[in-house]
């Protein structure tokens, strides 16, 4: 693809994105390292128009890169005012279907300009002011993202529909990730329940996720959130649902309804 079909493809996927209708997969993209399916995101996202605010961590458990024959995580952009505060009550007429996935989510602090060259997991720890319990929202279009191409997916933000954050945080010093138990509720009833399915150590998550910024000429600022990865499979929401729980042990509850 050419810088041309990619800001008229991108284009058409932004609109698509705003008028909630289904994406044309961009085709032609490669593989490993998706230099193309970043340079798609890039223009994707200055077509959709809105601040970024953070990034999320996709395919960054073993199961998922063995899926889709890759040794490193994807990432994708979080816009600025999709991300929303526990309690939330979204309209469903703003998703074609909503799928959650609960996770932990690291907020940048000043330490995060103080970086340079490679990111460790010392690093990541003087770059991270708390944690927060989360839930990513995404919107697939009536696609998988596991029967697309990675690239394809990575091209469309991983779908990314914006994050719900609970108001509890902890420092990242005192995450007991080991032990942290992550129930998921939908209308009241438990459908998942889970100890220590972290994809990675968030420490780890946010290191990878500011070498690949600085790798691509981007830079996290202090403020930005970062999802590091989801404890439970992926779950699609019913039309008939209506609210979610997630509970972290050690960390706190996070919620939101649609209406």
Not at 16 to 31: D, F, I, N, T
């Amino acid at each position: 693809m050419t810088t041309s079909t990619f800001d008229t493809a991108a284009k058409a996927v932004a609109e698509a994105r705003a008028s909630v209708s289904v994406y044309e997969l961009p085709q032609g993209l490669g593989g490993a390292p998706f230099d193309e399916a970043y340079a798609f995101q890039d223009a994707y996202v200055a077509a959709v128009g809105k601040p970024v605010a953070g990034y999320k961590l996709a395919v960054n458990g073993a199961p998922q890169q063995k899926h889709f024959g890759v040794d490193a995580p994807a990432a994708a952009r979080i816009f600025a005012g999709e991300v929303h505060d526990s309690g939330v009550a979204l309209p469903k007429a703003d998703y074609d279907a909503v799928s959650i996935e609960p996770e932990i989510a690291a907020v940048l602090g000043e330490g995060v300009s103080a970086l340079f060259g490679t990111v460790d997991r010392a690093g990541a720890l003087a770059a991270i002011d708390r944690f927060h319990p989360a839930i990513e929202l995404i919107d697939q279009r009536g696609y998988a993202v596991p029967a697309l191409e990675l690239a394809q997916a990575i091209a469309l933000n991983v779908f990314n529909a914006g994050i719900v954050l609970g108001p509890e945080s902890i420092a990242p010093g005192d995450l007991d990730l080991a032990s942290m138990q992550v129930t998921l509720d939908i209308d009241g009833a438990r459908v998942g329940d889970t100890v220590n399915t972290a994809p990675q150590h968030p420490l780890d998550a946010v290191a990878w996720l500011l070498n690949h910024l600085a790798a691509h000429g981007l830079k996290a600022e202090p403020g930005m959130v970062i999802m590091c990865g989801t404890h439970l499979p992926l779950m699609t929401l019913k039309p008939e649902n209506s609210r979610v729980d997630v509970q972290m042990s050690g960390l706190g509850a996070v919620s939101f309804s649609l209406s």
